[in-house]
């Protein structure tokens, strides 16, 4: 674990913590006390449950998947993990950061081994441009660095650890401690997204104010 930690650029006594979360406050109207504007987190979470399972269900199934199946399924969740979330709706990269999703993807890529020999068997070129196996590579290394943006040192060791041809217990675990440790929260990413969503809403009713506004001389 301590020549992984190295690898990363941590050393023994840096401690594996995750990034505090900011929040944003407004004076309360009642007694002038600082009240906390946030969305109702215990909620999401219990109306998530349901789509975690199913995460969870697919990260699993990657385990006996071939590499074409596999590579399709890492494009969507990439594809969705950059995707704006619609109005009042959940982001699906905090649904899938509140999953186990990404722990269990990589835990079952680790034991597929037609997949990893398929992998460490590419060609050195490919006839028609990138490889399924080099795309598989890249789609994987875009979803970890989607959720650890704080911790791109991290990826390519991640990496290493799950697609090496005999990966070690010790490698594993402490490639494991650290995904966790640095994964960024879902809660900050609802957060974000809620701030984001007033921020477009306050832009469009500035717009509409301006166009209500007389032009100079029609008055």
Not at 19 to 26: C, D, E, N
Not at 44 to 67: D, F, M, V, W
Not at 192 to 199: D, F
Request: charged residues 30%; aromatic residues 4%.
């Amino acid at each position: 674990m301590e020549s992984f930690l190295r690898a990363v650029g941590l050393g023994q006594g840096d401690a594996l913590c995750e990034v505090p979360i900011k929040t944003s406050r407004r004076p309360s109207t009642a007694r002038g006390r600082e009240v906390t504007e946030l969305p109702d987190l215990a909620h999401l979470a219990a109306a998530t449950e349901q789509g975690i399972l199913q995460l969870e269900e697919e990260a699993r199934l990657l385990e006996s998947r071939p590499l074409g199946e596999a590579l399709e399924q890492l494009r969507n969740w990439a594809q969705a993990l950059r995707r704006r979330p619609k109005e009042e709706s959940v982001p699906f990269k905090a649904l899938f950061l509140r999953s186990n999703a990404l722990e269990k993807a990589l835990e079952a890529l680790r034991k597929n081994d037609n997949l990893k020999q398929e992998l460490l068997d590419r060609p050195l070129f490919a006839a028609d441009g990138a490889s399924p196996a080099e795309v598989f590579t890249v789609e994987l290394r875009g979803v970890l660095q989607l959720c650890l943006p704080r911790a791109a040192a991290l990826v390519e060791p991640i990496l290493q650890a799950v697609l090496g041809a005999e990966p070690r217990a010790p490698e594993m675990a402490a490639a494991f401690t650290a995904l966790r440790s640095f994964k960024e929260d879902w809660r900050e990413v609802v957060r974000l997204s809620a701030v984001r969503q007033l921020e477009r809403r306050l832009d469009s009713v500035t717009y509409e104010l301006q166009k209500m506004r007389p032009l100079p001389g029609s008055l």
